[in-house]
């Protein structure tokens, strides 16, 4: 594997700990574009896993596990941790790359990505992995799990939030529509659904293979707490301003609709089906290799 | 029959969720919109915050006990059980059992027993699903005294439990026995000629069957196997060791249930015959319940004659 770009000055302890909330987007994007090329160069050693998936949700598991959490990787069952569950289990390099970032597994893990007797599953298993809440994998599990988490907190009188990232399979299947009636109807208000709206799925683009639009008005007819605009999913000053919004809301369930890119950060690999689950092939891994590390160079001079 | 006491498991299983409340403050009930049927409505009444209506919606139900199993709750999840394991099969599989997650599986209107319904609400392989998938415990009591020892015993279970219940009032099998317990045979009779193996309502139907058979000389080995998995096979095979054949009987089609169970188990030894009393792999259709049962193979009487020309064949 090539070696991973470092920068010394940058300790990812400081990003957590940053109170500047500007300053703090800067690091955590400057973080999760290099989250991405790592992804990028296990799933190119591995010739297995979902570049498209992954690359579309970094900012926003980055945001998540660095801002929002209230999480002690340190002991990953502490009762009154915030839990994520990652609906959409194909993006799971990226969760685990931000995972062994955070604290709680050896960052040198990573590279056992889907390979026998690993604890990095192809997909997320929550007993094989420190920090996984939820196995996940097979779409539209995610939002009935943290929906039967969030109502366990009122009913356990915790104050821990649910999160639960939703991508465009998800929204596909039929389960995922009975968790959201489910959830108005309890309305536990510490449920949060982020959705990564890349709107490309495994076959194509989600409005030849199954439109979802128009999805903000679903979430309303429905009864949800939605928020009023459609957040940059991959700008992580506009996910922080999502999540103040967020921590602000005392009514729930709440949905927030992230504009994302399948492949984000490669150009020829954006919103691009092929790019699904595709192996990284030579030329390509090189030619988006090199675009991937120009960009990682812009965010570091902007720090 | 007209002699022994009845009652209906799905009573037994409302009062033994209310009775059980208090003891395991952590349980939950979530039912599908048929609570009112299966008798967690008692529950719901009473405990309103634990209790959960999710409407027709089985697999959200399913995955939500998922959920709450994780942040330390103990979910039961009811309905019929041709829902529960049909509708519910990839959350059962890919969330509570993938996770052994410690979740009650309450498969209401099991078998025929939901007999005027019709074949579209009558389970017939809902333990050849369960029984499939690893982690599951699958338990069938045979009255609601079982139900209620089956219930019990799941709740302390760290993993995930099928228990299959019948809708009906059945014979009351098991005042003042022992307590059933997860993975043990209960024997029932002590014989030489003939192991006859039964699982749920069944069981008194083999209950009379070796009466009878007694009575023309043959002496039956009787077990009520009401753990399907994980299987007994220690008691099982000392049992046809002795007798060197075996019948089973379920309400549940022949291929993969209960039978299917014991002959996986037995097949190492091959220690003699196995046959088989269930339904023969077709469906089902509407009826009285017991009528109906005994038109697809399941009666004291079939037993007996089955039994009979066992041993018969055996002898010649």
């Known amino acids: 594997m090539t070696n ?34 790592t992804v990028f160069d296990i799933l190119h050693e591995k010739g297995t896993g979902h570049w498209g998936g992954a690359a579309s949700a970094a900012e926003l598991l980055v945001a998540l596990y660095f801002d929002a959490m209230r999480i002690r990787p340190d002991d990953p069952h502490w009762p009154d941790r915030d839990r994520l ?6 993006a799971s390099c990226m969760l685990y790359t931000v995972l062994a970032n955070r604290g709680y597994f050896p960052v040198e893990e990573l590279s056992t990505f889907r390979q026998l007797n690993s604890k990095l599953q192809g997909h997320p298993c929550m007993h094989a992995t420190p920090g996984v809440e939820m196995s996940t994998g097979a779409l539209g599990h995610g939002m009935s799990v943290t929906l039967g988490m969030a109502l366990s907190a009122r009913l356990l009188k915790r104050d821990f939030w649910s999160y639960v990232l939703i991508g465009d399979g998800d929204l596909n299947e039929g389960q995922t529509w009975e968790a959201i009636m489910a959830a108005a109807k309890f309305r536990p208000h510490r449920m949060v659904a982020l959705i990564d709206y890349n709107k490309v799925q495994l076959d194509g683009p989600s409005d030849v293979i199954m439109p979802m639009d128009p999805l ?45 890119h399948k492949g984000r950060g490669v150009s020829f690999m954006e919103d691009n089906a092929y790019w699904h689950g595709a192996p990284i092939d030579e030329t390509s891994y090189i030619n988006g290799r090199r675009e991937l590390v120009k960009t990682l160079r812009q965010l570091e001079t902007a720090l | 029959m007209s002699t022994m006491q009845q009652a209906a498991m799905r009573d037994a299983f409302g009062e033994a969720l209310l009775a059980l409340a208090d003891q395991y403050p952590e349980m939950t009930v979530l039912d599908a919109d ?25 697999g959200n139900m399913v995955d939500m006990a998922a959920g709450m199993a994780t942040c330390g709750l103990r979910p039961v999840v009811s309905t019929f059980a041709i829902f529960l394991s049909l509708k519910g099969a990839d959350q059962i ?35 050849a699903m369960m029984r499939a998938v690893p982690n599951m415990a699958v338990i069938l009591p045979a009255d609601g005294i079982e139900l209620r020892q089956a219930l019990e015993a799941a709740l302390v279970r760290n993993g995930p439990t099928y228990i299959r219940m019948c809708r009906n009032p059945t014979p009351v099998l098991f005042e003042g026995a022992a307590p059933l317990e997860i ?42 196997v009401s753990t399907i998995k994980p299987m007994d096979v220690g008691a099982l095979t000392a049992s046809v060791r002795k007798t060197g054949r075996i019948l089973t009987v379920e309400e549940h089609t022949v291929c993969g249930g209960m039978g299917s169970a014991v002959a996986e188990a037995l097949a190492p030894a091959a220690l003699g015959p196995i046959h088989m009393i269930g339904i023969e792999d077709r469906f089902t259709e509407s009826g009285g319940y017991t009528e109906l049962l005994a038109k697809y193979g399941i009666s004291a009487e079939h037993i007996v004659r089955r039994g009979r020309a066992i041993v018969a064949a055996v002898a010649s």
């Open chain 1, 85 to 90: 569950v990652l609906s959409k289990g194909h």
């Open chain 2, 93 to 127: 599989r890919n969330i509570i059992a993938y996770n052994n997650l410690p979740v009650i599986l309450a498969g209401g209107y099991a078998g025929l027993s939901d007999s005027y319904d019709g074949a579209s609400h009558q389970a017939i392989l809902d333990i």
């Open chain 1, 216 to 260: 903000d008005e679903k979430f309303r007819a429905f009864r949800w707490n939605l928020a009023p605009t459609v957040y940059d999913g991959h700008s992580v000053t506009e996910i922080l301003k999502s999540f103040d919004w967020i921590k602000r809301q005392t009514d729930g369930p709440i949905a927030v609709i992230y504009k994302t």
């Open chain 2, 183 to 224: 993975g043990k045979i209960r024997k029932l009779r002590d014989g030489a000629d003939l192991t006859i193996a039964a699982s749920g309502v069944p069981v008194f139907m083999a209950i009379q069957a070796a009466e009878f058979l007694a009575g023309e000389g043959i002496s039956v080995d009787l077990l009520e």
């Open chain 1, 4 to 37: 991973l770009i470092q920068t010394p000055s940058i300790n990812i302890q400081q990003a957590i700990e940053e109170p500047d909330r500007l300053k703090k987007a800067a690091l955590l994007q400057y973080f999760a574009q290099q989250f991405r090329i």
């Open chain 2, 34 to 58: 048929v609570a009112s049927s299966t008798r967690t409505a008692k529950f719901g009444a009473v405990y309103p915050d634990r209790f959960f209506n999710l409407g027709v919606a089985e």
